[in-house]
């Protein structure tokens, strides 16, 4: 998510998107190389970054807090994984038009009233919990709406960021801190701590989700300047989202990425929809320690959000995406193949290793490719892609998983991402990436 800013003075300079794009520094600086970056990040970006852990803080709690819900309420795999399901399924519809709002309106405003609407929603969801109203229907409305609102609020995150680092020389460093962040609230502190509080007192989890979310809203008020895309001009929604389907399709290494970016979000997706079914019947794990082993995943990525930018210095950008894909596809493999909770957390710590490596990569990959006005208009094509490939793959691996175990969504997924692991090396080499960032930030700097 997070965007890089120069060295030397940006914190002094308006947090601005429409500022003027940053050179390339002439003969190929550190900060044109991965992971090499100045001390700190700068004052803006500290904001920012406080203000997203606080909301990642929420949705950990969150997502475990509404499983657990949800499986006292029905233990019908396929009921269960169309909880999932309705998690996506606002990416396929509104992630493109998220984006257009995103290119459009201030980012920093948008967020604030996304974080508004989220808040509420959770608070809605406490009050039914509190009474004991709760259903699987309302389950259902709620994870609808805080879909809805994630097409948009993660969208303007990742948009503000370059504005709020300056540098893009230093994405991977940047994507590496805020996804540690992410990773530490997410999985570290959010599941135990939502686990916990749900065996003592359901509505005290959703409780403090919604406290997190509303904390997020205030700390976002304290980020100054604006943070709107340079091209001002009102080009209607449709034109709008015309252009940018076109850059994605006329550029040939964004193809490439959305390529395995659609089967990994599919089989993703198939895995770890029934994952607190799965822990519970198949390993063994108490319903008050789901939340710790999460951590054992939560362990891998956050190592491998801190490890990202200097395995892709050592190794290159195009065979670091490679390798993340191969060593997912085995940790699913490995995880299907045990009914140990020990090995099992093993290999899920080893697939967590290799997404965050794949996540900070190609994030940072895809900021550095797309022009800040098409920005949030490309993350959500990526977001309709990824995220619309998910209901899908959530409710596959629910019917695997009714015909033939729990384990069987888990070798499948492994199976498919192993598939395209063998398209990842050929087409993700280190020659054709360099070579689309190169022409990228010569387009950038008026000299391509």
């Known amino acids: 998510m997070a965007r890089r800013r120069q060295a030397g003075g940006v914190d002094d300079a308006p947090a601005s998107a429409g500022a003027a794009p940053v050179q390339r520094r002439p003969g190929g600086s550190a900060a044109d190389r991965p992971g090499v970056a100045g001390s700190g990040l700068g004052r803006n970006f500290n904001r920012l970054w406080a203000a997203a852990a606080a909301g990642n803080l929420g949705d950990g709690i969150y997502r475990v807090a509404i499983a657990l819900l949800a499986a006292r309420l029905t233990s019908d795999p396929v009921a269960f994984s169309a909880l999932t399901a309705l998690g996506y399924l606002p990416w396929l519809v509104l992630g493109l038009p998220a984006g257009a709002l995103v290119d459009r309106y201030d980012r920093r405003r948008l967020a604030l009233l996304v974080g508004v609407v989220r808040t509420s929603a959770l608070a809605t969801l406490l009050g039914a919990v509190a009474l004991d109203r709760a259903s699987l229907w309302l389950l259902y409305t709620v994870v609808v709406v805080l879909g809805a609102c994630e097409t948009i609020y993660d969208n303007t995150l990742i948009s503000m960021l370059p504005a709020a680092v300056g540098d893009r020389g230093r994405l991977e460093t940047a994507n590496g801190r805020l996804q540690g962040a992410e990773l530490l609230a997410q999985s570290f502190v959010g599941p135990p701590l939502a686990s916990a509080l749900f065996a003592l007192l359901a509505s005290a989890a959703f409780g403090l989700n919604a406290a ?27 034109r709008a989202m015309g252009q940018a389907l076109r850059f994605v399709r006329g550029h040939e290494m964004h193809r490439t990425i959305l390529s395995v970016v659609l089967v ?90 290799a997404i965050l490596l794949w996540n900070v990569i190609y994030g940072s990959l895809r900021q550095r490719l797309t022009p800040d006005p098409l920005l949030g208009r490309t993350i959500g094509i990526y977001r309709v892609v990824a995220w619309g490939a998910m209901p899908l793959g959530a409710l596959v691996g629910g019917v695997l998983a009714g015909i033939g175990g729990l384990r069987a969504p888990f070798l499948a997924a492994g199976v498919l991402t192993l598939a395209i692991s063998v398209y990842a090396v050929l087409r993700l080499t280190n020659a054709r990436v360099e070579a689309a960032i190169a022409e990228a930030d010569a387009a950038a700097s008026g000299t391509a």
């Open 212 to 238: 997190c979310y509303a904390l997020a809203v205030l700390l976002l008020l304290a980020l100054p300047g604006t943070f709107r895309a340079p091209d001002e001009r009102r080009t209607p929604m449709v």
């Open 264 to 353: 990994l979000g599919f089989a993703n997706a198939m895995a770890t929809a029934l994952i607190v079914l799965w822990t519970r019947e198949v390993l063994g794990v108490p319903e008050a320690a789901f939340g710790f082993f999460v951590l054992t995943g939560a362990v891998g990525a956050l190592i491998g959000s801190q490890t990202a930018a200097p395995v892709a210095r050592r190794i290159g950008r195009g065979r670091t995406m490679a390798l993340s894909a191969v060593v997912t596809g085995l940790g699913m493999l490995l995880a299907g193949a045990t009914r140990s909770p020990y090995v099992a957390g093993a290999a899920w710590a080893l697939s967590g290793w």
